[in-house]
């Protein structure tokens, strides 16, 4: 028996990787499920036997009996033929669904999955199996049944013509009118779907497929919503029309569109929108001969905003930066009415502090520059936010579709070529696109040149950001942090000169380097008696490649006369499951000289999940993006509270990282997350200054205020000794 709308449904989750079933048997406990597990095709029969599940989740490959097998035993049993049953594959080829499909599978859910999505999805599974329940059971419990819910179903004829009708007025205040035996189907539903509706009947009749049309009509209280008028075959030549009001589905469409293609902090598209928005602005100038211009605006050194006080600080000027771009454009536009061609634009925010618009159906006599000087005074006008004020500059970068490319792609690359020369030239400028410029070429090349330098002539430096036991918020070690200090540049960001190294292989040599040189720093901290805890260093997916990270390892460690399990290796779940054979070997061979092995950013991927208890791990780091969103996001506190447990089950250690609130840390507290790390609790330090934080780190007065005020005045130590 399915379970009603205020119960609990129960679920059969049968797959033989143990960590699979406690991941999904925490998320969809979370979602509001009873959860029973089975570790084996029989298993999941025995268990459908024995409780009467309302969904059943089965993984196709199970030993002793796969999923396939299943299913066709379920179906043999007793009220088993209708009981959804969800294959979980991670094939996606035709032969594999069909064979579902074959074998009776209501639905398959492909790998990896959407852990966010997937209670929806048994959900809305489990909607449609009580609407079929209702149809398959007698008259007159049929009856009963169908006066209880929202949906109106009528029995129609080949010619669509009412035989029979239940609940034809529904129980949601929908207004078709009076209904009679002998009218058309088409009466009840808006006149512009009269053809939509024969022709359904007609498919349904032919081909035993189900159709559906969609479409918004006003209810009797006067508000539109959104209906299904769904055709399903009711014997040779008859149909069953079920509408149904889907304005609630229709909702979650939007959400899950709105996640997906709007930026979440300032409600602006993000790249993948404006993309799509930009080919069609491209298309269309094209066609009526007009011209388009992108501008790719970057708000410049807008880290230290973040820095200087906090992100939460940063988002909010980024969200009065995109209100105030959003008006300016509007009024740009009418402004501009005299020398617009049916004018259309797209806004967006790209991530972080880049925005990008595109202006089209212009003509040629659009002066591009005056644009971009109007962008970059709305974006500089001072801001006034909790009581600070703040100054921003923009550099932006042109490209038109008249002179500079004409496809999407090429002028996006060419504005933001644009854009990086600006930043080059200065602050609070702007560049239209030149082919000199040669879409950036030079300046990484540049880059690549300097970065050789730089480590030759002692340019880079290791800070250590300090983590912290979560319960007593002792140290408990520290990451070691990358930096690059350019005489005439100052600061670059380890997200401008990182993939320059990669892509030079510049990155074996940087990790040969900060291996020695964290290891030196290591054993000087231990001549003076200062004990560091594990250091954790970043290994990159390179170094793995060719084996690197064993020998250079071991010959930092003993050169620097250091033991191995003073370092903590952080791999990345992208790098683990890259080549998860040699990934593998490489990691037993580093744990056998005694090193520690951590996964960085985990919970981001899936397939690393069934290798947990084989790979030699010591440690677990929850992606900084879930502990960021625990306060306000259900689904990222499901998340990091199964990573814990997981961590807590497999024996291993746990880091939540990119702690930046008290309500984050105290959520981490409360489940028992072994260490944080963070900007609340300590930015990374020098060397020198992350020697005073052990010193001044006894086990007495270890409050969490105690911890701020200390990161705090570090913090201000940083401010003043950059101004000196």
Known sequence: MLAGCDSKPIVVVADDDAATRYVVARTLTHDGFTVLEASNGLEAVDTVKQSRPDVILLDVEMPEMDGYQACSAIRQLEGGADLPVVMVTGHDDSESINRAYEVGATDFISKPINWSLIGHRLRYILRGARDFQ??????????ALIAAIPDRIFIVNGDGVIL???????????????????????????????????????????????????YRANRMGGESAWYECRFVQHGAEKCLAIIRNISDRKKTERKIHRLAYYDSLTGLPNRSLFKEQFQKILENAKSTGTTLAIFNIDLNRFKRINDALDSSTGDAVLVRMATRLSKHVQALLQAQSAIVCKPDYCLARFGGDEFALVLGGLTDSFDFSTIADQLRNVIANPLLLNGHEFVVTASVGMATSSEHGSTVEALLQNAESARDEAKRLGSNTQKLYQSSMDSGVTERLNLENELRRALENDELAMFYQPKFCAQTLEPDGAEALLRWFHPERGEISPATFIPVAEK????????????????????????????????AINISGQEFGIGAPVTTLTEAVKEAAISASALELEITETVLMSDIRSVMRALHALREEGFRVAVDDFGTGYSSLRYLQRLPVDVLKIDSSFVHDVERNTDSRAICTAVIALAQRLGLKVVGEGVETKWQLEFLKREACDVVQGFLLSRPLSPDDFADHLKSSSPQNKSIDRVINMSSRSKMSQQLSGCS
């Open 134 to 143: 209702a149809l398959v059971i007698s008259e007159v419990e049929n009856r």
């Open 164 to 214: 029979n009708y239940m609940n034809a007025k529904g129980s949601s205040g929908e207004n078709i009118g009076t209904v009679c035996s002998g009218e058309k189907i088409a009466s009840v539903l808006p006149a512009d779907l009269h053809k939509d509706v024969d022709q359904s009947i007609a498919s349904v009749l032919s081909t035993g497929e189900n159709a559906a049309i969609e």
């Open 504 to 535: 030079s292989g510049l990155i074996i040599d940087l990790g040969h380097w900060v291996a020695r040189t964290v290891c030196q720093q290591i054993s000087s901290w231990e001549y003076f008696g200062l004990s560091a805890g594990p250091i």
